[in-house]
T-cell receptor, first 113, second 114 residues
Framework: GNSVTQMEGPVTLSEEAFLTINCTYTATGYPSLFWYVQYPGEGLQLLLK?????DKGSNKGFEATYRKETTSFHLEKGSVQVSDSAVYFCALRSSNSGYALNFGKGTSLLVTP | EAEVAQSPRYKITEKSQAVAFWCDPI?????LYWYRQILGQGPELLVQFQDESVVDDSQLPKDRFSAERLKGVDSTLKIQPAELGDSAMYLCASSHRDRGGEQYFGPGTRLTVT
C-alpha cells in the first residue's frame, strides 16, 4: 500500500538558517505529492504540491521537487523565520486510494530568534 | 474566503458515552473526508463521501463509529460508546467534485475521553 516516511523531529533552527525536512514515499502508479503545515491551534493548510515527476512545488519561500528516481519530496527553505514554527506533514494521493491523502507522521519545527 | 466548519472545537466525554461531531464543507464541494489524527501522528482517513454516498469506510471501526451525509452537504461523525483510545483530533476536509481536487481542512474537533 501507499506510505510516507518523513524525518522525525523536533527540528530546532535559528532564524535565517537553512531548512530541509526529508520525505520519502512508497506508492503504486503516479501519486501526487503534498506538503501541509499545521500552525498551533489551527487546521492543516496546503503549503505546496507537485503532481508529476520533476515538478517543483513552491510557496512562501518553501520548495520541494518530486523525485521519482529516489521516491522523495524533500521540503527546503533558504532562510526560516520564527513564524515558520509549525508541524509539517508530507502526504501523497493516488487514484488507487480513492484520492484520500496518506500522511507522514509530521515533523515539528521550532525557529528561535 | 470559504472555509470548512467543524463543531465543537473541543469535547471531553467519559468512556462509554456517545459523542458526535459535525462538519459543514465548503459550498459546492461534493467530496467530504473525515480523518483522525492521534497526537504525534499524521491524519488517517476514517471515511470518504462522494455526495451522500460512502466511497471508502474501510478504516472506520464500524462497531462503534458511524458517519452520515444525508443530503450530500453537511456530515456527522458519531462514536458510541467512546473508548479511551478514541482521544484524538478529528479533522474534516472537502474537495470539489473532481476527486483529484485540492482538499481543504477544517480546524478539527479535539476529543478527550476520560
Amino acid at each position: 500500500g501507499n506510505s510516507v516516511t518523513q524525518m522525525e523531529g523536533p527540528v530546532t533552527l535559528s532564524e535565517e538558517a537553512f531548512l530541509t525536512i526529508n520525505c520519502t514515499y512508497t506508492a503504486t502508479g503516479y501519486p501526487s505529492l503534498f506538503w501541509y503545515v499545521q500552525y498551533p491551534g489551527e487546521g492543516l493548510q496546503l503549503l505546496l504540491k507537485a503532481t508529476k515527476a520533476d515538478d517543483k512545488g513552491s510557496n512562501k519561500g518553501f520548495e520541494a521537487t518530486y523525485r521519482k528516481e529516489t521516491t522523495s519530496f524533500h521540503l527546503e527553505k533558504g532562510s526560516v523565520q520564527v513564524s515558520d514554527s509549525a508541524v509539517y506533514f508530507c502526504a501523497l494521493r493516488s487514484s488507487n486510494s480513492g484520492y484520500a491523502l496518506n500522511f507522514g507522521k509530521g515533523t515539528s519545527l521550532l525557529v528561535t530568534p | 474566503e470559504a472555509e470548512v466548519a467543524q463543531s465543537p472545537r473541543y469535547k471531553i466525554t467519559e468512556k462509554s458515552q456517545a459523542v458526535a461531531f459535525w462538519c459543514d464543507p465548503i459550498s459546492g464541494h461534493a467530496t467530504l473526508y473525515w480523518y483522525r489524527q492521534i497526537l504525534g501522528q499524521g491524519p488517517e482517513l476514517l471515511v470518504q463521501f462522494q455526495d451522500e454516498s460512502v466511497v471508502d469506510d474501510s478504516q472506520l471501526p464500524k462497531d462503534r463509529f458511524s458517519a452520515e451525509r444525508l443530503k450530500g452537504v453537511d456530515s456527522t461523525l458519531k462514536i458510541q460508546p467512546a473508548e479511551l483510545g478514541d482521544s484524538a483530533m478529528y479533522l474534516c476536509a472537502s474537495s470539489h467534485r473532481d476527486r483529484g481536487g485540492e482538499q481543504y481542512f477544517g480546524p478539527g474537533t479535539r476529543l478527550t475521553v476520560t
